[in-house]
């Protein structure tokens, strides 16, 4: 999260502009745009987030196939379905191709679901659910927009109070025709995100299980461990 309220953000931005006002009305709006270019340049650990539902089911199979999710999501990365010993990682299924195999998935038949597709932010199950079961959705969303409405709200980007400043005044600026300015604040910003990104990319504690990747040490209850798939007799 940021530390700035929307209120320091647009006063940090007056004190730049030389403490005009007549841009007010204008602020909270380009704030945003700054968020969310700021969002699509990287994928900030920060908007990952687990999302958990449980699939529709009512019995009637051409309805239970959908399952929306909220419509800040970007995309998802990984989808579990729960269900004790039968819990099991969900296939992800292109479009087309999906289109072309299951062009109808309620047709063929009804049970545990283990694939699926994303239509935006609406998921489609195959085998459509013949019962209510929890998922566990992994992805990475779009941060929330500021409103005037909310003065104390912070960012959801963690600790790029300062990006938001420096890039919303380039942009500003840039929209006043004044680009020698706008160009300064730009390149204060870019420094900026570059840093971010090499902060972000450093994994120090990053480690892989046992089985993972080529590891040899197996411990003694090894078929107790789900990382484990096969153990070598040699």
Known sequence: M?????????????ASLGGRTDLD????????????RIARKHRWEELEALYTNTTAFTSTPASDKFLALPANVRDIYSVRL???????????????????RLPEPEYY????????????????????????????????????TFSDATPTAVSDLDQKDDMLITLSM???LMTLKNKEEAKYWWGVYANMMNDSVNEEIEKPDLDFPVGLKGGSEVGGNYYQD?????????
């Open 226 to 234: 789900p990382f484990v798939k096969s153990v070598s007799t040699e």
């Open 82 to 100: 729960i269900d004790g010993s039968n819990s099991r990682k969900l296939t992800r299924v292109p479009n087309r191709t999906w289109d072309k």
């Open 170 to 172: 380039s942009w500003t």
């Open 109 to 144: 038949a009804t049970g545990r679901p283990t694939l699926y597709t994303l239509r935006r932010n609406i998921m489609e199950l195959w085998k459509v659910p013949d019962a209510a079961y929890s998922l566990e959705a992994f992805g990475i969303f779009w941060p929330a």
């Open 2 to 14: 940021g530390t700035l309220t929307l209120d320091n953000i647009k006063t940090e931005m007056r």
């Open 25 to 36: 009305s204008r602020l909270t709006t380009v704030i945003n745009l700054a968020q969310m």
